[in-house]
Each structure stands twice: as C-alpha cells, then as structure tokens.
C-alpha cells in the first residue's frame, strides 16, 4: 500500500514535468517568430534600399470606412441615381460606385427591398431597372 502514494506522487510530478516542458516549448517558437520577423523587416529594409522603393509595410493602404446607412435613406438616393444613369439598366457594383456604398449594402437593400427595382437577369449580369 505504501507505493500506490508513491506512485501518485510520481504521476503528479510527471504530469507537472510535462506542462513545464510544454510551456517551455511555446515559449521557445515564440521566440523564434519573434526573431523571425525581425529578419524578415531588415531584409524588407535592405530591398527597399536596393530597389529605391518604399518598404512593403509603408505601402499598405487602409480600406475607406464608410458610414452606416439606413434602409429609409438608401432608398431615395437610389432611386435617384437610377433616374439619372439607369435608363439601360445598372449592376448592384454600378449603383455602389454612384452611391458611394459598398456593394454588399445595395445587393442588401435590393433583396429585403426586392418591390423597389424591376430584376432582370441572374448571377453576376442581374440588371435592376426602374418599375
């Protein structure tokens, strides 16, 4: 009976052995990564200055946020633009562009409003039109 203890004992230390072992390893390719993209940004440096070009990290360009629009508000305005460009038929991309929105918004608004425009077509040649 006095080695069943014993042996707990020995599993527990084990167990504690292996999670000390595992953290170490996390540690370790952390570390690495670290050192990796230390390497990679003088290497971009050193290209940058070979080349007279900008670094890769200087010409990365932020994507324009545009403001939330409601359901109430988009509906005039695409109206509108469909009076104005739309006697042929626009794209949800087309109306996007002159709404200044993202496309996704308008083929939104266009399903849950599917009474507002006239559909014409299917998948990526879908024309919408004035009623």
Do not use: W, Y
């Amino acid at each position: 009976m006095a080695t069943k203890p014993n042996a707990l004992d020995k599993i527990e230390e084990l167990e504690k052995q292996i999670a000390q072992l595992k953290h170490e390893a996390v540690d370790e390719v952390k570390q690495k990564l670290l050192e990796a993209r230390r390497i990679v940004i003088a290497l971009e440096d050193e290209l940058a200055n070979l080349t007279g070009r900008p670094s890769g990290t200087e010409t990365r360009v932020r994507r324009t946020r545009r403001p939330s629009i409601t359901d109430e508000a988009l509906q005039p305005q695409l109206l509108k633009v469909m009076a104005q460009h739309g006697k042929e038929g626009m794209n949800a991309k087309q109306l996007a562009e002159k709404l200044n929105q993202d496309a996704l918004r308008v083929r939104k608004f266009i399903k849950d409003n599917a009474k507002v425009l006239k559909r014409q077509g299917s998948g990526p040649g879908t024309k919408f039109f004035l009623h």
